[in-house]
C-alpha cells in the first residue's frame, strides 16, 4: 500500500487566542475592538509568526472584532496567509467544534491558523496534543494561557484525523508588543 504524502507530511495547527480587548464599552461582546495593548501585541504576533517563517496556507478567524483586528494587526507585524476565512463558527465554539473545522482544512494546506477565544482556543490544545511531562511549553501554557497566547502544534495524517491527542505541542508563545509600536 502506498501511503500518500497528505498521510505522512508534518502539518503544523497554530491555535491563538485573540489579542486583549477594550472593555467598559457600548457594545455586544462580539462587537469588542482591541484595545491599545492589544493593537501592539497583535503586531508583536505578527512579527512572531514572520520570524519563524510560520505562513499559514489557511487562517481560520473568528468573525468577532477583536479577532479580526488581531488578525489584520498580525499582517502589519509581517504575518502572512494562504487564505483567510472569517467565520461565526469559532465564536463561543467548544473545542470538540474547532477541531471539527480543523479536520475540514483541504489536504493540500500544510498549516492552518485558528484564532478564536478561551476556553475554546486552550481547551482545543488539550483536546489535540498528546501531554508530555516536564515540557517547558506545556508548563508555560499551564501557568496562563493570555490574550495574544499561541499554541504551535505539529500533527502527521490527514487533516480529517486530526483529534484526541494525534498532535504535539512544539512551543507555546505569548507576544506582547512595546508601547512605541503601538501606531504600526
Not at 499559514?56 to 476565512?85: F, H, I, M
Not at 511531562?133 to 497566547?149: H, I, N, Y
Request: proline fraction near 6%.
Amino acid at each position: 500500500m502506498t501511503t500518500s504524502s497528505a498521510e505522512t507530511d508534518a502539518k503544523t495547527i497554530l491555535l491563538l487566542r485573540h489579542a486583549k480587548s477594550a472593555w467598559g464599552l457600548d457594545v455586544d461582546d462580539h462587537d469588542r475592538p482591541l484595545s491599545g495593548r492589544g493593537k501592539r501585541d497583535a503586531v508583536a504576533v505578527g512579527e512572531l509568526l514572520a520570524a519563524r517563517h510560520l505562513n499559514p496556507d489557511l487562517v481560520l478567524c473568528s468573525a468577532a472584532t477583536r479577532a479580526r483586528e488581531t488578525w489584520l494587526r498580525a499582517v502589519k507585524g509581517g504575518a502572512q496567509a494562504g487564505q483567510v476565512r472569517y467565520t461565526e463558527r469559532v465564536y463561543e465554539a467548544p473545542a470538540a467544534d474547532l477541531a471539527k473545522l480543523i479536520r475540514k482544512t483541504p489536504d493540500d494546506a500544510r498549516s492552518v491558523l485558528l484564532i478564536g477565544h478561551a476556553p475554546g482556543i486552550p481547551d482545543l490544545v488539550e483536546y489535540l496534543a498528546v501531554r508530555t511531562p516536564a515540557d517547558p511549553a506545556w508548563e508555560r501554557m499551564e501557568q496562563k494561557f493570555p490574550t495574544s497566547g499561541l499554541a504551535i502544534l505539529q500533527f502527521r495524517g490527514p487533516w480529517s484525523d486530526a483529534g484526541r491527542q494525534r498532535a504535539e505541542l512544539i512551543d507555546f508563545e505569548v507576544p506582547r508588543g512595546a508601547k512605541n509600536k503601538a501606531k504600526k
